[in-house]
């Protein structure tokens, strides 16, 4: 099996309230997990490289703590993509 480890020194989240933030971190946290780990069992090896800032286009943030999982999943999609071999 293959280990691979992620590090993200800080997310910056302004203006979003805390039951929404610490929602939005555990939908980050479990999607990025489920999105490496699915991409390990295709065959795919990302290439190790420190990426400093990563721009992405707008999302849109529904309210609520149901709304920062979502948000916090799509991120970690796009996190995931960026990470292709």
């Known amino acids: 099996m293959s280990r691979m480890s992620v590090?993200?020194?800080?997310?910056v989240l302004r203006g979003i309230d805390p039951g929404s933030r610490k929602?939005?971190?555990?939908?980050?946290?479990?999607?990025?997990?489920?999105?490496?780990?699915?991409?390990v069992a295709l065959?795919?090896?990302?290439?190790?490289?420190?990426?400093?800032?990563?721009?992405?286009k707008p999302m849109v943030l529904a309210p609520g703590v149901s709304g920062?999982?979502?948000f916090g999943q799509q991120?970690?999609?796009?996190?995931g993509g960026s990470l292709r071999p």
């Open 75 to 79: 991120l970690a999609r796009k996190i």
């Open 68 to 70: 920062g999982r979502k």
């Open 7 to 11: 590090v993200i020194d800080r997310v």
């Open 43 to 56: 065959g795919h090896n990302p290439v190790p490289r420190v990426q400093p800032v990563m721009k992405l």
């Open 23 to 39: 929602a939005l971190l555990e939908g980050l946290q479990t999607e990025l997990r489920q999105v490496l780990a699915n991409q």
